[in-house]
Each structure stands twice: as C-alpha cells, then as structure tokens.
C-alpha cells in the first residue's frame, strides 16, 4: 500500500493504514462514477441545445419561415443530438464525443 500523508496542524503526517483504505476507497468511488458524470454532462447540454431548436419542429412554421428542405436539416439535427449519448460506455468515448452541425 503506498504511503499517503495528511495535514495536521500544518505538518506532513503519514496516514494509518485504515485511512489509507479509506482515502482509496473515496477515490474508486470517485472513478467509478466518471462515465455516468460525464454523460450527464452530455445530457445538459444536448437537451439545452434541444430546446434552443425546439421552434423548428412546431407544426405552425409556414413555408416562409422554413422550407421542407431546412426543416428536415433541422430533424436530422434534433436525431443526432438525441442520440448523442448512445454508447458512451467510457471517458474517452465521452471526450471524443463530436456535436452536430447546427443547420443555417
């Protein structure tokens, strides 16, 4: 077990073997929820995104505003988003993760 050390009163203690387990415990706990923090993190923005978007889809957008041609960009868009956490299985997939190109 390596040694890890603490603080006390401004000096460098060594832990005791059962706060060593401890402190390592706290941290697989804490890599253990790295990928389901990191999705969520996804779902944030993706569903900020989502809304920002949500206009496009209503039914009362006339032609003028938006052609059939544009409104399916914006379909394709909103389906890419959705999907976007699909298979994030580890932080590396979740780093790499690539946004679609918002439609102009």
Do not use: F
Not at 16 to 25: G, I, Q, V
Not at 30 to 43: F, K
Not at 75 to 103: A, F, S
């Amino acid at each position: 077990m390596a040694t890890l050390y603490k603080i006390v009163n401004g000096e460098r203690i060594a832990m005791t073997d059962a706060e060593t387990t401890a402190r390592e415990a706290e941290e697989k706990v804490w890599e253990d929820g790295a990928v389901n923090r990191g999705v969520e993190q996804i779902r944030i923005r993706r569903n900020q995104l989502l809304t920002e978007s949500d206009w496009t889809q209503m039914i009362d957008i006339t032609d003028k505003r938006m052609d059939n041609l544009t409104k399916g960009k914006w379909q394709t868009y909103r389906e890419n988003l959705r999907d976007i956490t699909d298979g994030l299985t580890t932080t590396t997939k979740i780093k790499n993760v690539t946004w679609p190109t918002k439609p102009s």
